[in-house]
Every structure is written in structure tokens, then in C-alpha cells.
Nanobody
Framework: QVQLVESGGGSVQAGGSLRLSCVIS????????MAWFRQAPGKERETVAS???????YYSESVEGRFTISRDVAKRALYLQMNSLKPEDTAMYYC????????????????????WGQGTQVTVSS
């Protein structure tokens, strides 16, 4: 059974930084393509950043230049380094994985992702 476990959320002041981690287990042998999403209260879940099979990152316009997505295949971990945080970044952050050998690596379409973590809360105060 696939499990995704996020960590690293917390409360910070505007301008601060956080690093989110997501560890995936249950997949063999290759780590699937993954992405980060977030959902603020009363809003739809949105894509924050995704990573292709060749580690090419894609970012939403709202986080471009401030967030960095990366992964460590050996640790089966996905990361999101978040700098220059703003109050509007406040949300529950989720990692998600595509099916193995997916042709849609890097996609922003959340309906393509079939495994999700439980989320980690990020709160940014002004």
C-alpha cells in the first residue's frame, strides 16, 4: 500500500522560510513523479510545483522565484523549500504521486495524481 507522509509545516512570520518534506513508501522499484499542492480554507486545491522524471521543475506563478521543489530518490523523499513566505501562502500543503511510469510527469492536473498525503499546515502571519 502506498503511503505519503508530509512534514515540516508550521507557523512563521512573513518573509520567513520553511522546508516541507514528503516521504513515499510502498512503491517499487522506481520513485513515481510527484508534486506539491495546497488548499486554503474556502478555496480549491491548487498546484504549487511539480517535477518531471528528469527533475525539471514547474511552478505556479504565485510561487515562482520563492519556492523550490526537489527530490532525493535514494530517500524516496520530495521537498519544497519555501522562502519569502507571504500570508497568502497560508494553506494545507499536500504532496501527491502519479501512477508508476506515468506519461504525465510534471502535470499540474490534480486529477492525474492518485496517491495523496494527509497534508501539513503552513501558516504565515503578517
Amino acid at each position: 500500500q502506498v503511503q505519503l507522509v508530509e512534514s515540516g509545516g508550521g507557523s512563521v512570520q512573513a518573509g520567513g522560510s520553511l522546508r516541507l518534506s514528503c516521504v513515499i513508501s510502498g512503491y517499487t522499484p522506481n520513485m513515481p513523479c510527484m508534486a506539491w499542492f495546497r488548499q486554503a480554507p474556502g478555496k480549491e486545491r491548487e498546484t504549487v510545483a511539480s517535477l518531471t522524471r528528469r527533475d525539471t521543475p514547474y511552478y505556479s506563478e504565485s510561487v515562482e522565484g520563492r519556492f523550490t521543489i526537489s527530490r532525493d530518490v535514494a530517500k524516496r523523499a520530495l521537498y519544497l523549500q519555501m522562502n519569502s513566505l507571504k500570508p497568502e501562502d497560508t494553506a494545507m500543503y499536500y504532496c501527491a504521486a502519479l501512477p508508476p511510469n506515468s506519461d504525465y510527469c510534471g502535470t499540474f492536473r490534480k486529477d492525474r495524481y492518485n496517491d495523496w498525503g494527509q497534508g501539513t499546515q503552513v501558516t504565515v502571519s503578517s
